[in-house]
């Protein structure tokens, strides 16, 4: 059983700052990709930042130069750095990871955490 659990969401004024977390916790054999995901109000899900183990890492255009996205493999944790917040970066977050629990090929499975708040407004 793996899960993920997320944290830093809430309230912020527009120019602001607010640093996500999402810890994996259980049965976990190696993390390949983690990464976030948005869904604004009324709007579908959409990729923000991902960041592979070998460090690669992909960020949607809208926030490029303003986020940035890092883990800590030794706490199977990544974080989301979000300046010059925007009202448009008002989303619920979730943290998706690309976990193994053996090695076997079908030992993995992508998890999803529970999604945090976000609301960027004065």
């Known amino acids: 059983q793996v899960q993920l659990a997320e944290s830093g969401g809430g309230l912020v004024q527009p120019g602001g700052s607010l640093r996500l977390s999402c810890a994996a916790s259980?049965?976990?054999?190696?993390?390949?990709?983690m990464g976030w995901y948005r869904q604004p109000p009324g709007k579908e899900r959409e990729l923000v930042a991902t960041?592979?183990?070998?460090?690669?890492?992909y960020y949607v255009d809208s926030v490029k130069g303003r986020f940035t996205i890092s883990r800590d493999n030794a706490k199977s944790t990544v974080y989301l750095q979000m300046n010059s917040l925007k009202p448009e970066d008002t989303a619920v977050y979730y943290c998706y990871a690309d976990i193994r629990w053996g090695s076997a090929v079908y030992e993995r499975n992508n998890y999803w955490g529970q999604g945090t708040q976000v609301t960027v407004s004065s």
């Open positions: 259980g049965r976990i054999f190696s993390i390949n990709t």
């Open positions: 960041l592979h183990s070998g460090g690669t890492t």
